[in-house]
């Protein structure tokens, strides 16, 4: 089965970035998409960006020009790269997986039936 790890979450001040690792195994499709989404305490799910197995990204709206998402296939695992991270950008970041790449945006948070346990970012 698919399974997801994330690393690299951590407490940082605000405007200082973090890059966020995901260790994906279990699958050998060929076409996928690979997403990040967070939650902070007391607030729904939020994606907050995703990228397709050919390499096309989506970002959510608050965090377009901040944050950049990337894969290395060869070891299946996506990157979240986070710059000048604000206070509300503190929640618990999860990484996820699909099947296929149709509709491969952040924006379909309820698309992704893998997840990981997740990795806390703070920001203050």
């Known amino acids: 089965d698919v399974q997801l790890v994330e690393s690299g979450g951590g407490l940082v001040q605000p405007g200082g970035s973090l890059r966020l690792s995901c260790a994906a195994s279990?699958?050998?499709?060929?076409?996928?998409?690979m997403g990040w989404f967070r939650q902070a305490p007391g607030k729904e799910p939020e994606g907050v960006a995703a990228i397709a197995s050919d390499g096309v990204p989506d970002y959510a709206d608050s965090v377009k020009g901040r944050f950049t998402i990337s894969q290395d296939n060869a070891k299946n695992t996506p990157y979240l790269r986070m710059n000048s991270l604000k206070p509300e950008d503190t929640a618990m970041y999860y990484c996820?997986?699909?099947?296929?790449?149709?509709?491969?945006?952040?924006?379909?948070?309820?698309?992704?039936?893998?997840r990981g346990q997740g990795t806390q970012v703070t920001v203050s």
């Open positions: 279990g699958y050998t499709d060929s076409r996928y998409c």
């Open positions: 996820a997986f699909r099947r296929g790449q149709t509709y491969c945006s952040p924006r379909n948070v309820d698309g992704f039936p893998y």
